[in-house]
């Protein structure tokens, strides 16, 4: 199949686009509009079989994730999410693959008005790489850097399913065909990103949770130069998690475990209500934002848990 | 070394940013500012290793030509270039390669005001995704689509080179400290990219020499539902190129050779001579646009070659 087939294959046949898209895949480059007195917020990361799927994966689920997992950092800037390239590099370039992979990727956009505007396609070891852009108002953006001490630290959703899954999986020790072990595999594989448009004016301070809690708060608390307080035994959990996952284990999952693609916020306690409204996801408050450089994790007996244990965890590398 | 540290890398030490970069790299996502009236232009390529470049070819070239070529496509829509993304996938992932690959990014740029805004490093075989931004007054974008008959075909520079380059390297025909086989090569791992915003307003149609200008062309009419001719002995060729080019070859180089990132710019007559007092590098008039749907090529004797025999090579893989 030629190259210029193949693009057309991925972005081709693509749901009526947005008014502001001038120009679509087909000529050097996109064109688009961005509406006056707005921001544009653009992402870019790249997912490689072997390391964050694996070589066999399902075309559609490939394309999904890639989709998803940037789709969510347009949305931990708030922003709502406009527009995607698509740069593939597979081994055999075949247009049923292919077809699978953009109809993995328009699932995970789903409903949101996001244009496919460009892609790339070459052979070689198989990777994908997305870039994503969002609008937002000037000077809504949601950064790392803008918690202050006081502030509460919530989380959309429920944490650790996306490890816990993995776990599973590769230890073969619960049936492939069991529900809740079923569940969790699709939160590792296909991930729902959140809408984070409800946290302008609300949020100080906000990040996707890809790496895990620990890791990614940690960035967030080295950004607006403060310390923080979470309890261990807050952090929401999903009903499948509670069945499955060993004791032992749960802290672990759910403060290291990545890939679960919630969305950490940091904002002033008046402002979680409002949040809580606005959003369509349970949000959860575990902790909240301290003076000083310390992450403190606590559990339900207020013993302190060691940070640093669970920071850099990574599902298919032993590190990064 | 850890992929935050690398990204900063990549992307932490650049010259002074742009007014309208809000948030570069180091959150998750950047944030940009578009000026009102203006349209945003974006594109996306990927080289591979083994495919567009040799798997141990300098970094500082991997990084010139992967940025190079992106900024080509930027320019080929008319725009002037502003942002850009890089996502490198590396076996490993070394600071001093990652400063050489940067430092070839950054040569690439050169005077041009583009930020590098955002980045992604994963392990994996070697590849680098770069996404590139440019600004047009609304309106202004040069497509594909716009020749009309009686139009005439200019194409930038010169035209050859680093197919010529890349073929007496191969061969090793001539030693490689000679002066015009060393610029040669240079055409091939370190291509000039053209400033294309002098073509608002003038230009009606445009695309960048990747393939080859039998290839590249043919996008054109395709686009444009046109034919055209063109005259083989009048494109344009470099000291270097007429100097070690065996002359039954020339043909060939010049009409199928890609990698020269030439703008091959479609535009009225009267247009040619403002736009050549415009542009910075030589500008040739090679042929005019006509009604069909036809590529005629004919030679100084008026004689037609097939144009089919100059489309779709590559150099790497020997078709697309």
Request: proline share 6%; with cysteine.
């Amino acid at each position: 199949m030629r190259e210029f087939e193949l693009i057309r294959t991925l972005t081709g046949r693509l749901p009526a686009g947005r008014s502001d898209t001038r120009l679509g895949t087909g000529d050097d480059a996109a064109v688009v509009a961005p509406p006056a007195g707005h921001e544009l917020v653009v992402t870019t990361d790249t997912l490689v079989a072997g390391r964050h799927f694996p070589g066999d994966a399902p075309a559609a689920d490939i394309g999904y994730k890639a989709m998803a997992v940037n789709l969510s950092d347009v949305a931990a800037m708030g922003a709502a999410p406009a527009w995607a390239t698509v740069a593939l590099t597979a081994p055999a370039l075949q247009t049923d693959w292919c077809e699978a992979l953009q109809s993995g990727m328009l699932q995970a956009i789903g409903d949101a008005p996001v244009d496919i505007i460009g892609g790339d396609t070459t052979s070689g070891p198989l990777s994908v790489t997305v870039t994503a852009f969002g609008l937002l108002p000037c000077g809504s953006a949601v950064r790392r850097s803008g918690a202050r001490p006081g502030d509460r630290i919530c989380i959309t959703g429920t944490l650790g399913d996306a490890a816990l899954g993995l776990q599973l999986w590769q230890q073969g020790v619960v049936p492939d065909n069991d529900t809740a072990a079923q569940w969790l595999r699709a939160r590792l594989h296909r991930p729902q990103w959140r809408d984070g448009t409800a946290m302008q004016g609300l949020a100080h301070a906000a990040i996707d949770i890809s790496d895990g809690l620990a890791s990614d708060l940690t960035h967030v608390l080295e950004a607006s130069g403060c310390g923080a307080r979470i309890e261990a035994d807050r952090l929401p959990s999903s009903t499948a998690f509670d069945t499955l996952c060993p004791p032992d284990q749960r802290h672990a999952l759910q403060l290291a475990g990545g890939d679960d693609y919630e969305l950490c916020i940091v904002l002033p306690p008046a402002h979680v209500e409002p949040l809580a409204a606005a959003l369509s996801c349970p949000l959860t408050s575990i902790g909240a934002i301290r003076a000083g450089a310390e992450l403190q994790i606590i559990d339900a007996g207020g013993r302190a848990l060691a940070a640093r244990d669970y920071r850099g965890w990574d599902h298919f590398a032993g590190g990064n």
